[in-house]
């Protein structure tokens, strides 16, 4: 028998799974910058920020006292203490917060796969406000349970609202997805907005997951969180980590804050997946967050960069009236829409901007908006406002072009 031409066929579990874009934009970027190119990645969300001096002697000093094994599934339990009493500051509800109610995960990407594989199946749709960072389509998607889009309004920043995710929902509908200050629109939700979300959400019976990874990055005021509005918490799970406020990417520690039955379940299901994460990263992530107003401060400086480089990009962009632009209260994006009416006009420009002009962004094709794009600001201001200048020629060359 001849030998089949090709013997992988993916199982139905990921038989529909797409790569990320956000990560494949980066590797492309970093390929022409291997090759020789002078490139300006503003694909990735990363800060470029170091990690606070203080957290890397922490993480330095827990090796050194043994910090190298094995620890709870669920995450060392000064940490998860440190989590709860955190949480607990913002919750006014009932059901106390506790320990018990965290989950450390390997990154908040980790805990939102937990807590859609634990919550979510077959035959299960779960609501994402669109455009919506691209992985809470995959996650959902490898839970079996469908993902439905439901398309934000451009003119409030693309945030959706209660009455637009009554009108998508089914009797199938099991749960939401929030995420604010948003990646990739930087649109931050008022308490008021927040509020009536989960109000709906409650009087529905749906689990609403809320990642909250930029809860620290918002600009003109801090941002809402679930936590500051919801009144019950016992389909609310909260995902966030110390990747973005702390400039703590590559420590690889997300967390969930959920009712004891959920992040009971979540731990067993972590147990036979990834178990603990990193001992050290742990001990860093509790650094970060009993770091007081010496770490806070370092923290501040970094979101005061941003808001300067937001500005600074913003002045720019503007220079060309006829760009629609989201402009970010939070987070470190800027989405705009790309030039011309092509469907997949976003994909044309980043392709473009990439290879002729060296500036790396991402289509807004990853988002669920193909038309848009989403370029960060994470990076130097001077190479921010270069980039910024290169995009609007670029756009108006493809505009009449």
């Not at 989950?103 to 299960?124: H, R, T």
């Not at 490898?142 to 929902?169: F, I």
């Not at 002045?315 to 632009?325: F, K, T, V, Y």
């Amino acid at each position: 028998m001849s030998r089949p031409a090709d013997p992988f066929t993916p199982s139905l579990n990921i038989a529909q799974l797409k790569e990320s874009a956000t990560i494949a934009a980066s590797a492309r970027a970093r390929a022409l910058k291997a090759a020789g190119r002078t490139i300006i990645d503003l694909g990735i969300g990363e800060p470029d920020f170091a990690t606070p001096v203080s957290i890397r002697a922490a993480a330095a000093a827990a090796v050194e006292a043994g910090a190298t094994k094995y620890t709870a599934t669920e995450g060392i339990l000064p940490l998860r203490e440190a989590i709860a009493r955190e949480a607990a500051g913002r919750w006014k509800g009932p059901l106390p917060i506790s320990a018990t109610d965290v989950v450390v995960s390997g990154g908040s990407k980790q805990s939102l796969f937990n807590a859609c594989f634990s919550l979510f199946g077959p035959g299960d749709e779960v609501l994402i406000p669109t455009p919506s960072w691209t992985s809470y389509y995959e996650i959902v998607g490898l839970t079996r349970a469908t993902a439905v889009s439901v398309m934000g309004d451009p003119a409030d920043g693309y945030r959706v609202n209660a009455a637009t995710l009554a009108a998508h929902a089914t009797e199938r509908t099991r749960g939401l997805m929030l995420n604010s200050p948003c990646n990739p629109t930087g649109a931050v939700y008022s308490a008021a907005a927040l509020r009536e979300i989960l109000a709906l959400a409650a009087d529905r019976g749906w689990w609403v997951i809320s990642d909250e990874i930029y809860r620290h990055i918002a600009y003109d005021a801090p941002a809402t969180t679930a936590f500051d509005v919801a009144t019950d918490r016992d389909r609310l799970i909260i995902v966030d980590g110390v990747a973005k406020s702390y400039a703590m990417t590559g420590w690889r520690i997300g967390w969930t804050v959920s009712a004891p039955a959920v992040a009971k379940a979540m731990t067993a299901l972590q147990s036979h997946t990834t178990s603990n994460p990193a001992a050290v990263s742990q001990h860093a992530a509790l650094a970060a967050l009993n770091g007081g107003e010496a770490v806070m401060a370092e923290v501040r400086a970094m979101v005061s960069a941003f808001h300067a480089r937001r500005d600074a990009a913003l002045r720019i962009l503007q220079q060309e009236p006829a760009i629609q632009i989201i402009p970010p209260d939070g987070a470190f994006y800027l989405y705009f829409r790309a030039p011309g009416d092509a469907p997949d006009a976003g994909t044309r420009f980043a392709d473009r901007l990439l290879e002729q002009h060296g500036i790396a962004i991402v289509t807004g094709a990853a988002f669920g908006t193909p038309q848009w794009v989403r370029a960060s600001y994470a990076t130097a201001q001077p190479l921010v406002e270069k980039a910024m200048r290169a995009i609007v020629a670029a756009w108006r060359d493809g505009a009449v072009s």
